[in-house]
């Protein structure tokens, strides 16, 4: 399985805007680019999921390089309720479905 | 509408005992995934259901078992506990295993003392 690098922590302040950052250097040509988030005492959440384009949504948007060796979640107004641990993840677009998990980013917000 | 339900909550058992935990997934949704949450090892994939069928099973020994019923209601079951198996156990649901899109419940916290 193709894996990602992501920064074990990061520091934000409250209503600024936060990059994320996400390397997959070994990603194949099929494998989506999913971001999930674990507040404290949750299971996981789905943000948002990409494969060339960049992508928005109502909770964030994705900006996918165009080697699509990296890519970055961005949040655009932290909020307190944004702390959370975020993971990359690359699935692959066929059958096999299951979600790896690696240690993710440990998103701290500071008022 | 109503989402991801695991129960129970929260589970106490002895080493060597079996424990089932169930979860309920969204309305429409027919995969179920399992995951082993712990502090050293992180997010876990066990197992991924599908229409009654295993579909996908991650690497952890035969004492790690599920099901999966026509409701798509899903169960796990863990046979001769052992102190390591305390965790966090996480069921997600999607529509199907190629969707994009999981939900997670909250999980079931065992401790095995």
């Known amino acids: 399985d193709a894996k990602t690098t992501q920064p074990n922590s990061m520091e934000s302040n409250e209503e600024e805007p936060v990059h994320l950052p996400c390397n997959h250097s070994?990603?194949?040509?099929?494998?989506?680019i999913h971001w999930y988030r674990q507040l404290p005492s949750q299971g996981p959440e789905y943000v948002i999921h990409?494969?060339?384009s960049n992508v928005n949504n109502r909770m964030a948007s994705l900006a996918i390089a165009e080697d699509r060796k990296s890519s970055t979640l961005i949040l655009h107004r932290a909020t307190l309720r944004d702390a959370a641990v975020y993971y990359c993840?690359?699935?692959?677009?066929?059958?096999?479905?299951?979600?790896?998990f690696g240690k993710g980013t440990k998103l701290s917000v500071k008022p | 509408k109503a989402g991801v339900t695991q129960t129970p909550r929260y589970l106490i058992k002895t080493r060597g005992q079996q424990v089932t935990l169930s979860c309920s997934p969204i309305?429409?949704?027919?995969?179920v995934s399992w995951y082993q949450q712990t502090p050293g090892q992180g997010l876990q994939f066990l197992f991924e259901?599908?229409?009654?069928?295993?579909?996908n099973k991650g690497n952890f020994p035969g004492r790690f078992s599920g099901r999966q019923f026509s409701n798509s209601r899903s169960e796990m079951n863990v046979s001769t506990l052992e102190l390591g198996d305390s965790a966090l156990y996480l069921c997600?649901?999607?529509?199907?295993?190629?969707?994009?899109?999981?939900?997670f419940g909250s999980g079931t916290r065992l401790t095995v003392v």
């Open positions: 997600a649901s999607s529509l199907g295993p190629d969707s994009y899109g999981y939900t």
């Open positions: 070994t990603i194949s040509g099929t494998d989506y």
């Open positions: 990409g494969l060339t």
């Open positions: 993840i690359l699935k692959y677009g066929g059958s096999q479905g299951n979600l790896i």
């Open positions: 309305s429409g949704h027919r995969s």
């Open positions: 259901y599908f229409s009654e069928t295993q579909r």
